[in-house]
């Protein structure tokens, strides 16, 4: 067989199907348990349980000097977590920031962001250290094996799994994570609200959730802000799924002149960062767009104290149906998904309420009961010792005795330990005896040989008493802790009040039944209007006064003029054959020399791609009937009526693929149509003979061409009124020319 040719024994075949599956699920699991979703134990997701026991093992205590946040990072990547420093640092700005977090885990020092969306400043820039909450409640057991530790990802460390923490940190501080086919969304409640429930819990573990929820009203943000669906708070808590409806927090302020300021001093949990900016623009849309004539100014005078976002009204505006259209139109009012998706027993589960207090509470007494196990452990040990240590302070002299008769330590220990006498010198024979009966432990007869001398001082022997005193005292408690879950759930009850005391703050966020916003718009008084629009396609109104005072300069300045209703619209079509409907209220109304808006801002038009053939106003349009002419010579007539439409955009007319509207006109006293060709042919035939259509139909052909021919102008005539027009170097009467038949050839005009 050749060297280069793998045998068949070697070859695994295997369905490729089976193969991705099973490779996708793989990654998916380790996107849900090892990076996105926070364990339900410790509330923490893996970037931020290693970045916190990084900073531990560092010892950057609450109390010592801030450090570096760059060593931290460059010191938690080096260890425990080698998926980049962007990730580690952003876990590390999040827990420095008390607008996102209820109960802020880390204590930062320089530019930590800002609510308003800043970013914050490089990691060489800033310092962090513990909070003085995340040392007494999160890390400080980790020293009595509470938690099982496991190896880091290149071995050469231990790191936790979980962390002993002994409060319910994913209700406090809540958690948001997207996973592959699941995310997470867990709001913050108040610390002191779910530690009173959770001692309810332990104290009653068949309580309900409604009745738990006599403790936890329902979320509590860091903005604040109101929940308006309280209602709907128990279902959500019940399933761990809903959606929980919230408001800003606005004051009515009384200004100069009469005038009304509306202070927004919270805002809803969803619009931190750059959605602030997006409300202030939103609020400055809903003016331009004409949705309320109310707002005179708008000014975010937010700072470190907190939001303040004052919006400056008219005398006369109506203040509460104000409120209530920024809570329709903007995200003053939003919604908060939520789904409280957690690892549960190494799965994702989504918990209801009381799944995840049993799920902490059961962690609270697995982490106590190894705590005080081993607690015990170390006292029995002690025991062990101190009474090794009394025993040999009463008999003393026969141990001193036996230490200047051995040869060796061994020697020694062996009698202490098993009443070997060989080989050791005596003084006396009841020595001797004396000595076969001591029957030491070997840790006692450790201590015994490192003994110093002035622990036979009178003192040093009584506080050695007093020691093993202490000692059996806590054997006795830590056995009944163990044996008693009574006695474990009191001490855990009691961390938790010491907790509550030390920690709790008030309530930010009300929790109430809201009304559903109900805004009504201002009746908007119907009136006449004069449309001007220039030849460069800039539009505006005006009222018909200030038309009538600048009348010839309105006519001289504006390529269209024409009056409308302001509450109207506008019938723009192209030669590309659509019809571009525009509300009249979209356009600037007010002086005359203002300059207007572009027509393509306000409308689907394109000036680019497209020409303006006719404009006018839909009432105008309703009442007549439209000729279309198109430069193959292709015509029909069609009732103004239908394009009475609400789209804003939709085609006027069908047209073939190299064919383009030249002319569009209403019919009013016009009696002939007259058109010319670009090779010089004109036909003038009656109007009659063209036929009504549908607005989706071609036409008839109105003239025949030659074959690189097409339509250049159309004109109209009537009865008794002669119309010329300039053709080559004279002067044409269109009324001469011989009246035919539509789908003629017309005839040719020399010049």
């Given at each position: 067989m050749d060297g280069d040719t793998m045998s068949d024994d070697r070859i695994i075949k295997t369905e490729y199907s089976e193969v991705m599956q099973k490779s996708f699920i793989d990654y998916a699991m380790s996107v849900i348990i090892a990076r996105a979703i926070p364990d339900v134990r410790d509330g923490l997701k893996p970037v931020q349980r290693r970045t916190l026991y990084d900073m531990h093992e560092l010892g950057i205590r609450y109390d010592k000097p801030y450090r570096k946040s760059a060593r931290i990072v460059g010191d938690t990547m080096g260890k425990y977590h080698p998926h980049g420093d962007s990730s580690i640092y952003e876990a590390l700005v999040v827990m420095t920031q008390d607008f996102k977090k209820g109960l802020p885990l880390v204590d930062g020092h320089g530019n930590f962001g800002n609510i308003e969306g800043d970013g914050a400043a490089a990691m060489r820039y800033t310092e962090a250290r513990l909070a003085k909450v995340t040392q007494e409640a999160y890390l400080a057991d980790l020293d009595k094996d509470v938690v099982d530790f496991g190896p880091n990802f290149d071995e050469t460390e231990k790191e936790p799994t979980v962390l002993p923490v002994k409060i319910p940190n994913i209700l406090i501080n809540g958690s948001e994570g997207i996973a592959v086919g699941m995310t997470t969304s867990i709001p913050p409640h108040n610390l002191a609200e779910v530690i009173d429930a959770t001692k309810a819990y332990m104290l009653d573990e068949n309580i309900t959730t409604r009745e738990l929820m006599r403790y936890i009203k329902g979320p509590d943000f860091p903005t604040g802000g109101i929940v308006t669906n309280q209602d709907d708070l128990l279902e959500i808590y019940e399933t761990g799924v809903g959606k929980i409806k919230l408001r800003g927090k606005v004051e009515v302020e009384k200004a100069k002149g009469g005038k009304v300021n509306l202070v927004i001093t919270e805002i809803p949990y969803t619009m931190i960062g750059a959605n602030i900016a997006k409300f202030l623009s939103d609020v400055a849309a809903l003016s331009e767009t004409k949705k309320t004539q109310d707002i005179v100014d708008i000014s975010n005078q937010s700072s470190k104290e907190g939001i303040r976002i004052v919006i400056e009204l008219r005398k006369d505006a109506d203040v509460e149906n104000f409120k209530n259209l920024l809570y329709k139109k903007t995200r003053l009012e939003d919604t908060f998904g939520v789904n409280m998706l957690a690892i549960a027993g190494g799965r994702p589960e989504v918990?209801?309420?009381?799944?995840?207090?049993?799920?902490?509470?059961?962690?609270?007494?697995?982490?106590?009961?190894?705590?005080?196990?081993?607690?015990?452990?170390?006292?029995?040990?002690?025991?062990?010792?101190?009474?090794?240590?009394?025993?040999?302070?009463?008999?003393?002299?026969?141990?001193?005795?036996?230490?200047?008769?051995?040869?060796?330590?061994?020697?020694?220990?062996?009698?202490?330990?098993?009443?070997?006498?060989?080989?050791?010198?005596?003084?006396?024979?009841?020595?001797?005896?004396?000595?076969?009966?001591?029957?030491?432990t070997e840790k006692q007869a450790n201590a015994i040989l490192e003994m110093r001398l002035y622990k036979l001082i009178g003192l040093e022997i009584e506080a050695l008493i007093n020691e093993h005193e202490e000692t059996m005292a806590n054997i006795f408690r830590y056995e009944d802790i163990l044996e008693r879950r009574d006695s474990m759930a009191q001490v855990i009850m009691n961390e938790l009040e010491n907790f509550k005391k030390e920690y709790k703050r008030a309530r930010r966020t009300a929790i109430e039944n809201a009304e559903e916003a109900v805004y009504k718009e201002k009746e908007l008084e119907e009136m006449d209007v004069m449309f001007l629009m220039d030849r460069f396609g800039y539009a505006k109104t005006v009222d018909i006064p200030t038309y009538d005072r600048n009348k010839e300069a309105a006519d001289s300045e504006n390529k269209y003029v024409f009056k409308c209703k302001n509450t109207g619209k506008i019938c723009l079509f192209t030669d590309a054959g659509q019809l571009h409907m525009i509300k009249v209220l979209d356009l600037p109304f007010g002086k005359f020399r203002d300059k207007g808006i572009?027509?393509?801002?306000?409308?689907?038009?394109?000036?680019?791609?497209?020409?303006?053939?006719?404009?006018?106003?839909?009432?105008?349009?309703?009442?007549?009937?439209?000729?279309?002419?198109?430069?193959?010579?292709?015509?029909?007539?069609?009732?103004?009526?239908?394009?009475?439409?609400?789209?804003?955009?939709?085609?006027?007319?069908?047209?073939?693929?190299?064919?383009?509207?030249?002319?569009?006109?209403?019919?009013?006293?016009?009696?002939?149509?007259?058109?010319?060709?670009?090779?010089?042919?004109?036909?003038?035939?009656?109007?009659?003979?063209?036929?009504?259509?549908?607005?989706?139909?071609?036409?008839?052909?109105?003239?025949?061409?030659?074959?690189?021919?097409?339509l250049e102008a159309v004109y109209y005539t009537q009865n008794g009124v002669e119309v010329e027009i300039p053709y080559k170097s004279k002067q044409l009467v269109l009324n001469t020319i011989k009246l035919g038949k539509r789908d003629g050839k017309g005839i040719k005009v020399r010049g």
């Amino acid at each position: 067989m050749d060297g280069d040719t793998m045998s068949d024994d070697r070859i695994i075949k295997t369905e490729y199907s089976e193969v991705m599956q099973k490779s996708f699920i793989d990654y998916a699991m380790s996107v849900i348990i090892a990076r996105a979703i926070p364990d339900v134990r410790d509330g923490l997701k893996p970037v931020q349980r290693r970045t916190l026991y990084d900073m531990h093992e560092l010892g950057i205590r609450y109390d010592k000097p801030y450090r570096k946040s760059a060593r931290i990072v460059g010191d938690t990547m080096g260890k425990y977590h080698p998926h980049g420093d962007s990730s580690i640092y952003e876990a590390l700005v999040v827990m420095t920031q008390d607008f996102k977090k209820g109960l802020p885990l880390v204590d930062g020092h320089g530019n930590f962001g800002n609510i308003e969306g800043d970013g914050a400043a490089a990691m060489r820039y800033t310092e962090a250290r513990l909070a003085k909450v995340t040392q007494e409640a999160y890390l400080a057991d980790l020293d009595k094996d509470v938690v099982d530790f496991g190896p880091n990802f290149d071995e050469t460390e231990k790191e936790p799994t979980v962390l002993p923490v002994k409060i319910p940190n994913i209700l406090i501080n809540g958690s948001e994570g997207i996973a592959v086919g699941m995310t997470t969304s867990i709001p913050p409640h108040n610390l002191a609200e779910v530690i009173d429930a959770t001692k309810a819990y332990m104290l009653d573990e068949n309580i309900t959730t409604r009745e738990l929820m006599r403790y936890i009203k329902g979320p509590d943000f860091p903005t604040g802000g109101i929940v308006t669906n309280q209602d709907d708070l128990l279902e959500i808590y019940e399933t761990g799924v809903g959606k929980i409806k919230l408001r800003g927090k606005v004051e009515v302020e009384k200004a100069k002149g009469g005038k009304v300021n509306l202070v927004i001093t919270e805002i809803p949990y969803t619009m931190i960062g750059a959605n602030i900016a997006k409300f202030l623009s939103d609020v400055a849309a809903l003016s331009e767009t004409k949705k309320t004539q109310d707002i005179v100014d708008i000014s975010n005078q937010s700072s470190k104290e907190g939001i303040r976002i004052v919006i400056e009204l008219r005398k006369d505006a109506d203040v509460e149906n104000f409120k209530n259209l920024l809570y329709k139109k903007t995200r003053l009012e939003d919604t908060f998904g939520v789904n409280m998706l957690a690892i549960a027993g190494g799965r994702p589960e989504v918990m209801g309420l009381k799944s995840i207090i049993k799920a902490c509470v059961d962690f609270q007494y697995e982490v106590a009961t190894r705590k005080y196990t081993n607690l015990l452990a170390k006292e029995l040990d002690r025991k062990e010792v101190q009474e090794g240590l009394i025993k040999a302070c009463n008999v003393i002299d026969l141990i001193i005795e036996i230490l200047r008769g051995s040869k060796d330590r061994n020697m020694a220990k062996n009698c202490l330990v098993n009443g070997e006498i060989e080989g050791i010198k005596f003084k006396s024979k009841e020595s001797k005896i004396m000595a076969t009966q001591l029957m030491f432990t070997e840790k006692q007869a450790n201590a015994i040989l490192e003994m110093r001398l002035y622990k036979l001082i009178g003192l040093e022997i009584e506080a050695l008493i007093n020691e093993h005193e202490e000692t059996m005292a806590n054997i006795f408690r830590y056995e009944d802790i163990l044996e008693r879950r009574d006695s474990m759930a009191q001490v855990i009850m009691n961390e938790l009040e010491n907790f509550k005391k030390e920690y709790k703050r008030a309530r930010r966020t009300a929790i109430e039944n809201a009304e559903e916003a109900v805004y009504k718009e201002k009746e908007l008084e119907e009136m006449d209007v004069m449309f001007l629009m220039d030849r460069f396609g800039y539009a505006k109104t005006v009222d018909i006064p200030t038309y009538d005072r600048n009348k010839e300069a309105a006519d001289s300045e504006n390529k269209y003029v024409f009056k409308c209703k302001n509450t109207g619209k506008i019938c723009l079509f192209t030669d590309a054959g659509q019809l571009h409907m525009i509300k009249v209220l979209d356009l600037p109304f007010g002086k005359f020399r203002d300059k207007g808006i572009p027509i393509d801002n306000v409308s689907n038009f394109s000036s680019e791609k497209e020409n303006m053939v006719f404009i006018t106003n839909q009432t105008q349009l309703n009442l007549c009937r439209v000729i279309f002419v198109t430069k193959n010579a292709m015509m029909k007539v069609v009732d103004g009526g239908e394009f009475d439409v609400s789209k804003r955009t939709v085609a006027a007319t069908k047209l073939m693929d190299d064919d383009r509207v030249l002319s569009i006109v209403c019919i009013q006293d016009q009696k002939n149509v007259v058109l010319q060709s670009k090779d010089g042919y004109f036909l003038r035939f009656p109007i009659d003979e063209i036929p009504e259509k549908k607005k989706a139909a071609i036409g008839v052909r109105g003239m025949k061409l030659g074959e690189k021919d097409e339509l250049e102008a159309v004109y109209y005539t009537q009865n008794g009124v002669e119309v010329e027009i300039p053709y080559k170097s004279k002067q044409l009467v269109l009324n001469t020319i011989k009246l035919g038949k539509r789908d003629g050839k017309g005839i040719k005009v020399r010049g």
